[in-house]
C-alpha cells in the first residue's frame, strides 16, 4: 500500500479523533480509556488548529484514512517535550484494521524526511507501556533520552525518544 500524508482537511477532523481514539483505545497506548486523555484524543478540532494535524490515506483509495499524526513545533501548545532544533511527534496512531503492515514505519519515513527539510530533529513520548511503539522508534534508530522521561499524571509514565538522524 502506497502511503499519502498530508494536512488533515477540515471535514476529516472529527474521524481523525475517532480514528485516534480507536486505535489507542486497541492498543497499549491508553492509560485512561475513558478519561481526560481519551477525550483529547477524540477531540482532534485544537490538534488542527494548534499543530499540525496530518493523516495519511492509501494511494489508491484516495479519503480511506489509514493513521494520523500530530506534528508540534516547539514552544507550540501541544509541544510537550521539544526543544530548540526538535520537531514533536504526537498521537501517532494506524487504525486498527491496517495494523501490521509497516504503516507507522512508512509515515515515520515521511516525517523524518519533512523534519530534514527544515534541519529539525524528531522527538517523541512514549508511555512506558506501549512495547510496539518502543520496538518501532528503537528499530528506526531513535534514541532514548531518559533525564527527559516525565509524569504527566502519576500512573502514566512518559520515556522520550529522540532520531538519531
Do not use: K
Not at 478519561?35 to 480511506?64: H, T
Not at 518502543?134 to 527527559?148: K, M, N, T, V, W
Amino acid at each position: 500500500m502506497a502511503l499519502v500524508l498530508r494536512a488533515a482537511a477540515p471535514h476529516e477532523v472529527g474521524p481523525v479523533g475517532e480514528l485516534t481514539l480507536r486505535s489507542y483505545r486497541d492498543g497499549p497506548a491508553l492509560h485512561d480509556a475513558h478519561g481526560s486523555y481519551a477525550a483529547s484524543l477524540l477531540d482532534a478540532g485544537p490538534r488542527a488548529e494548534q499543530a499540525e494535524l496530518l493523516v495519511a490515506e492509501d494511494e489508491d483509495r484516495p479519503g480511506d484514512l489509514v493513521a494520523t499524526v500530530t506534528l508540534c513545533r516547539h514552544g507550540s501548545s501541544w509541544a510537550e517535550v521539544a526543544r530548540t532544533g526538535e520537531l514533536e511527534l504526537r498521537m501517532l496512531a494506524v487504525s486498527p484494521g491496517h495494523r501490521r503492515r509497516g504503516l507507522a514505519r512508512a509515515v515515520m519515513t515521511e516525517l523524518r524526511a519533512r523534519a530534514a527539510a527544515e534541519d529539525l530533529v524528531l522527538v517523541v513520548s512514549v508511555i512506558d507501556v506501549n512495547a510496539p511503539a518502543h520496538a518501532l522508534y528503537r528499530s528506526l534508530g531513535f534514541e532514548r533520552q531518559p533525564e527527559r522521561d516525565w509524569l504527566p499524571e502519576p500512573d502514566a509514565r512518559l520515556q522520550v525518544y529522540r532520531d538519531r538522524s
